[in-house]
């Protein structure tokens, strides 16, 4: 015995020390550092927009395209800075290059603006190879069609670009200070863009659709052009983003191109999204969402990440902040050297970044952050994801878009694993409990040997059959005779109650042919004749109780939904589990009471049931107590009749006529499809620890209330 108490409890420590193992990743704070600094040579004055940086997937190549009349981009190695030659397109030679921007959205895709008011797609595609065992990676540039978007006579200072199925989006500010706007290919006019009236405009962008453009201002205001309805956009919101006077001087959007994040010339960034008005309604506003960690100096670029709603952000001091949009946080913080950034990049798989300096410096970054999903508070608290009106719970781990948010919400996994618990409890408590007062207070002693085997063996059944009984048969059942059951909640307790009353009255010449303990036979037809009376009167009930739909009428007076799939059925089903284990247990308890006590209770004038409440009951309290935790502990951590009989809907709703998801059930669910050692493996073992924590923790506040009640009561 000690051999065997040494493993369970070495094995239940082992458990919980890999539990924590797996876990402890989710938490570690990211860290980042500088990889790389190459020297380089200043971007021409006079365009503040005429440079930009990126890097290739593996973060082996950085390009650099630059103003000017030459070396317009330029490839260099990112391990070493040794330039890297590769033969520019000869739509270039001829062209001085006053602007570029960036394409929102997948892929390396950008614009040139000439000093001429033409505009220059440009895209780079990188190709990787293996040479000998060693990766290689060949880079390959690619000129669109020249579209002008100005008159020739205004210098382009700052461009925005998107290109669409119906042909690329342009955006450009003059040196007049006027703002055009082109749709389409070659041909197209441009059109001057005038509703935010005087005011500097000091930065703009498209979203990766098209469908919007957002101008920042230098007194802190964005307006919002709609272009989905034709050529001539049209003005839909004006909001104020910053502090009158704080000029708005970094804007995009983030993977999925509903959020976007504004940089201001007061270091502070933030995240705005469009919020429904009001329930059901089609119009929606932009508002503040997320207020991340303010820069010490005006924020000059920001680069979101292509893989999650991460991105970082640069100021005029050369600070690299890293932030994650869901969690509200800035996860990491990297000093400058004085030199403001003038251009950045978040790497494509976000573990790394590279900025170019107002002095041509390139600096590298090697950054570690694998799960900036899950924080507390994403765990724990409502948070206010991409396309909701408010903070929610929420647990959604995967989805077939690209863009898609993971939010992994544990509460409503906690939520519904004790909502199928407390209802799996109220079924099988008083079925449980009053069959083994029953069996062990009333019932004659040959009857009970067999009847207490008989629903012993039922713990023995595989939950799997229960659950897909219950799925499958159930709860169609349960959805076509809902109105006899509402009406068997009523009619089977009057029908035992009159029987019970009318058996008081018959003359004791009948009564005394029944052997004590067998009256509860003559019940059973009764109840078999209510319940047979109650499904022939199912449909004349649901019209006189529902007016002739109970699915429409919980809708229209209670706001409820009926889902085939409910708690209800679920707690059928698993009471039936546990009902076994609680009987069991609470019989025992209820027949080693001390036959004597009875015995000596009886004889002085109690009544059995007197018997039971003040003697038989208190001194078994313990058992009992142990068995209803024993019971609990078992639907808790129920698996299959939860996975098959409910619809694993994640929602906090005590309904039950709603679905849930439990603990156990999302992790059985989901674990085949985690990937090994990301955010969603790593989660469901908090899951499982979350679950482990709890039974455990029930399990020891039970047997410390078991010891104070068995020491109380000790004297029976």
């Given at each position: ?10 094995s ?9 193992k797996e ?8 860290h ?6 190459f ?25 650099l ?43 390396h ?25 060693e ?22 200072l700052?461009?925005?670009?998107q290109?669409?199925?119906?042909g690329?989006?342009?955006a450009v ?15 197209s ?27 920042g ?8 052009y709609e ?16 502090p009158?006077g ?14 976007l994040v ?37 924020v000059?670029?920001?680069?979101p ?6 991105f ?12 994650y949009?869901t969690?509200s946080q800035?996860?990491?913080k ?10 950045l990049a ?8 590279v900025?170019l ?6 600096r ?14 994403t ?24 863009d ?7 509460m ?10 407390s ?18 207070m009333?019932?004659?002693p ?9 629903i ?8 799997v ?7 499958l048969?159930?709860?169609?059942m ?8 509402v009406a068997m909640m ?5 029908g ?10 018959l ?15 003559i019940?059973?037809?009764?109840i ?12 004349p ?29 679920v ?8 009902v ?22 009886l ?17 078994a ?6 068995a ?7 639907a ?6 939860v ?6 809907t ?7 006529f709603?679905?849930?998801?439990t603990l156990?059930?999302?992790?059985a669910v ?11 493996y790593?989660?469901l073992?908090?899951?499982a ?17 078991r ?10």
């Amino acid at each position: 015995m000690t051999l065997g108490g040494t493993a369970v409890i070495l094995s239940i420590i082992g458990m919980f020390v890999f539990l924590i193992k797996e876990v402890v990743p989710l938490f570690l704070s990211p860290h980042g550092t500088q990889s790389g600094h190459f020297a380089g040579e200043p971007p021409p004055e006079g365009f503040p927009q005429s440079s930009l940086v990126g890097l290739d997937e593996y973060q082996e190549i950085i390009y650099l395209l630059g103003g000017g009349a030459e070396r317009q981009i330029r490839f260099v190695n990112a391990q070493s800075g040794a330039p890297i030659a590769v033969e520019l397109p000869a739509g270039l030679a001829d062209s001085y290059i006053v602007s570029i921007a960036r394409a929102a959205g997948n892929g390396h895709r950008f614009a040139f603006a000439t000093k001429d008011g033409r505009l220059i797609p440009v895209t780079i595609e990188f190709t990787s190879g293996f040479d000998q065992g060693e990766r290689r990676i060949t880079p390959t540039i690619a000129l669109g069609s020249p579209v002008q978007v100005t008159p020739a006579a205004e210098r382009i200072l700052r461009l925005a670009y998107q290109p669409t199925d119906q042909g690329p989006l342009t955006a450009v500010l003059t040196d007049q200070g006027r703002l055009w706007y082109t749709a389409g290919t070659s041909g197209s006019s441009p059109v001057a863009l005038t509703s935010h009236g005087n005011e500097s405009v000091t930065s703009f962008i498209f979203d990766s659709r098209g469908e919007t453009l957002s101008v920042g201002t230098a007194g802190g205001k964005l307006y919002r052009y709609e272009l989905r309805e034709g050529v001539q956009p049209s003005l839909s919101e004006t909001i104020s983003v910053a502090p009158a006077g704080t000029a708005v001087t970094a804007l995009t959007y983030l993977i999925g191109d509903r959020s976007l994040v504004i940089g201001t010339g007061a270091g502070e960034v933030s995240v705005w999204m469009p919020v429904r008005e009001a329930q059901e309604s089609p119009v929606t506003r932009f508002r503040l969402i997320h207020r991340l960690d303010t820069h010490p100096a005006s924020v000059t670029g920001i680069s979101p990440s292509l893989r999650n709603k991460g991105f970082i952000t640069g100021d005029a001091q050369g600070n690299l902040f890293v932030h994650y949009a869901t969690s509200s946080q800035t996860v990491l913080k990297l000093s400058g050297n004085g030199q403001a950034i003038r251009a950045l990049a978040f790497s494509p798989k976000a573990d790394g970044a590279v900025i170019l300096s107002d002095q041509g410096e390139l600096r590298t970054y090697a950054m570690s952050n694998p799960h900036p999903e899950t924080t507390v508070a994403t765990l724990l608290a409502p948070v206010w994801y991409e396309g909701y009106d408010r903070p929610e719970h929420v647990w959604q781990s995967s989805s077939g878009a690209d863009d898609f948010e993971a939010k992994f919400g544990l509460m409503p996994l906690i939520f519904g694993t004790l909502k199928g618990t407390s209802y799996a409890m109220l079924v099988a408590v008083p079925l449980a409990l009053l069959g083994a007062i029953y069996t062990a207070m009333f019932m004659a002693p040959h009857l009970r040997a067999k009847i207490k085997p008989t629903i012993e063996i039922m713990a023995a059944l595989p939950t799997v059959i229960l659950g897909f009984l219950a799925g499958l048969w159930i709860a169609p059942m349960l959805e076509r005779i809902f109105p006899a059951m509402v009406a068997m909640m009523v009619a089977v307790p009057a029908g035992v109650i009159v029987t019970s009353v009318l058996w008081q009255y018959l003359p004791a010449t009948v009564t005394r042919r029944l052997r004590p303990g067998m009256e509860a036979f003559i019940l059973i037809p009764v109840i078999i004749g209510v319940v047979w009376a109650c499904l022939a009167l199912n449909q004349p009930m649901e019209s006189l109780l529902f007016g002739g739909s109970y699915k429409t009428w919980f809708a229209t007076h209670w706001g409820l939904r009926y889902d085939q799939r409910n708690a209800l059925v679920v707690g059928f089903a698993m009471g039936f589990a546990i009902v076994p284990i609680i009987y069991s247990i609470s019989e025992e308890a209820l027949t080693n009471v001390p036959r004597h006590l009875i015995a000596g209770s009886l004889a002085l004038g109690a009544t059995r049931w007197q018997t039971l409440v003040k003697l038989v009951l208190v001194s078994a309290s313990p058992g009992i107590f142990s068995a209803l935790m024993i019971g609990f502990g078992r639907a808790i951590g129920e698996t299959m009749i939860v996975l098959m009989a409910t619809g694993n809907t994640p929602i906090m709703e005590w309904s039950v006529f709603n679905g849930f998801r439990t603990l156990s059930a999302n992790i059985a669910v989901e674990i085949p499809e985690a990937p090994h050692g990301g955010t969603l493996y790593r989660t469901l073992f908090l899951a499982a620890l979350v679950l482990f924590a709890f039974t455990f923790l029930i399990n020891t506040v039970a047997e410390m209330i078991r010891q104070r009640l068995r020491t109380k009561y000790s004297q029976y």
